[in-house]
């Protein structure tokens, strides 16, 4: 199993749940990495801003891409990881799929998937894209940069 995990693209400001023209670039950006990858599910939650993150993706794959939203909701965070965790578990072993979540969120579904921590995410970087390699033996986890530099 091979998941694309990431933080939302740059948001317009801290009060607007929106992409910023940047964030739209960057956005846009991952549609093209991954359009050819055989991605067939992405998980996020329900802020506009991850959506929007998923959306010029979802643009180009039409139906060959299911976006399955997981609300914070009641269950705060830990349920919202544990969730996102629960489905991508569940998907068959050849999947591709991407996770799209927040600064608070992405390190505990990287570490509930894999077992691995990651550095704490910044309030304005938003460049990071890590690839998990979930299979029986151990999982395995890479960080790419993509798009322009954030800090």
């Given at each position: 199993?091979?998941i694309f995990?990431?933080r939302?693209?740059?948001r317009?400001s801290?009060?607007?749940?929106?992409?910023?023209d940047a964030?739209?670039?960057?956005?846009?950006?991952?549609?093209?990495?991954?359009?050819?990858s055989?991605i067939k599910?992405?998980y996020?939650?329900?802020?506009?801003r991850?959506?929007?993150?998923?959306?010029?993706?979802?643009?180009?794959?039409?139906?060959?891409?299911?976006?399955?939203?997981?609300?914070?909701?009641?269950?705060?965070?830990?349920?919202?990881?544990?969730a996102?965790a629960?489905?991508?578990r569940?998907?068959?072993?050849?999947?591709?799929?991407?996770?799209?979540?927040h600064?608070n969120t992405?390190?505990?579904i990287?570490?509930?998937?894999?077992?691995?921590a990651?550095?704490?995410?910044?309030?304005n970087?938003?460049?990071?894209?890590?690839?998990?390699?979930?299979?029986?033996?151990?999982?395995?986890?890479?960080?790419?940069?993509?798009g322009?530099?954030?800090?």
């Amino acid at each position: 199993m091979l998941i694309f995990a990431l933080r939302h693209a740059d948001r317009a400001s801290e009060n607007v749940d929106a992409l910023s023209d940047a964030g739209q670039v960057r956005a846009e950006l991952l549609a093209r990495m991954l359009a050819q990858s055989g991605i067939k599910n992405a998980y996020c939650s329900d802020a506009k801003r991850t959506q929007d993150t998923i959306a010029p993706l979802k643009a180009l794959l039409g139906g060959k891409l299911t976006v399955n939203l997981f609300p914070v909701g009641d269950n705060g965070v830990d349920g919202h990881v544990q969730a996102i965790a629960t489905a991508v578990r569940a998907l068959p072993p050849d999947s591709i799929a991407a996770v799209i979540g927040h600064s608070n969120t992405i390190d505990l579904i990287i570490k509930a998937l894999t077992q691995k921590a990651i550095d704490p995410i910044g309030p304005n970087e938003f460049d990071k894209l890590f690839v998990l390699s979930i299979s029986a033996a151990s999982p395995s986890l890479t960080l790419l940069k993509y798009g322009a530099p954030t800090l």
